[in-house]
């Protein structure tokens, strides 16, 4: 049962545009959100979170929107680098985050082409 | 250091043998989780410790694997009679109590290959 679900297993984007990468969950009791970027034979680096309370929050190229009516959150990159290129995953946590575990999704393979 | 530590960073190992992976959280962190990821696959959580106790360990997939923490600091996690399935990196990260932006914070990931 795949509660956390990143549908694309890949995106290119063009260098300068827009990255969107997508995330659902089926989970109601999910209240905070999280994408993590991977580089190949590393660990998973935080990016931006999100607390159920809002619908958006912004940091930087990242910004990251949550629709809980549709239990549905993307991540923006603008403009989109070349070091971008990365494997992001979504992660949810219930309301008692960091005393329960997070659900990750499959991940997506973002390639930035220059 | 002020990161999540793992050791080893790769592993070998033949079938049948028994493996421990050791984890060193960041300072002062509470929580400590075990993920792992193999080929081509997304993060699968393993067990999740507060202090030293494990609320949740649902995520073990078999008998064959058990974690322990001790002082609420190392966590080691062990693979008795190791399969080519467990072939993964596995992934050890650690938080804080929840504050506003807060996350997890993962390690670099101990490679298992069983051959």
């Known amino acids: 049962d795949q509660q956390v679900k990143q549908n694309s297993p890949s995106l290119s984007v063009q260098e300068g545009r827009i990255s969107i990468l997508n995330c659902d969950y089926t989970n109601s009791m999910f209240d905070y959100f999280l994408w993590y970027k991977k580089y190949p034979a590393e660990g998973p680096t935080f990016l931006i979170s999100?607390?159920?309370?809002?619908d958006k929050n912004e940091d930087g190229r990242f910004t990251v929107f949550l629709n809980k009516s549709a239990k549905h959150l993307s991540l923006h990159i603008v403009p989109s680098q070349p070091g971008d290129s990365a494997v992001y995953f979504c992660?949810?946590?219930?309301?008692?985050?960091?005393?329960?575990?997070?659900?990750f999704g499959t991940g997506t393979r973002l390639t930035i082409i220059p | 250091g002020a990161g999540v530590s793992q050791s080893p960073s790769n592993k070998v190992t033949e079938k049948g043998k028994d493996v421990e992976l050791r984890c060193d959280p960041i300072?002062?962190?509470?929580?400590l989780y075990w993920y792992r990821q193999s080929l081509g696959q997304g993060l699968e959580f393993l067990i999740y410790f507060q202090g030293n106790s494990a609320p949740d360990k649902s995520g073990l997939p078999s008998d064959r694997f058990s974690a322990e923490r001790t002082g609420g600091s190392v966590s080691t996690l062990t693979i008795q009679r190791t399969q080519q399935e467990d072939s993964a990196v596995y992934l050890c990260?650690?938080?804080?109590?929840?504050?506003?932006?807060?996350?997890?914070?993962f390690g670099e990931g101990s490679w298992l290959t069983v051959v």
């Open positions: 990260a650690s938080s804080s109590n929840r504050v506003s932006g807060n996350t997890i914070y």
């Open positions: 300072s002062g962190h509470t929580a």
């Open positions: 999100i607390s159920s309370i809002k």
């Open positions: 992660a949810a946590s219930g309301r008692n985050f960091g005393n329960e575990k997070l659900t």
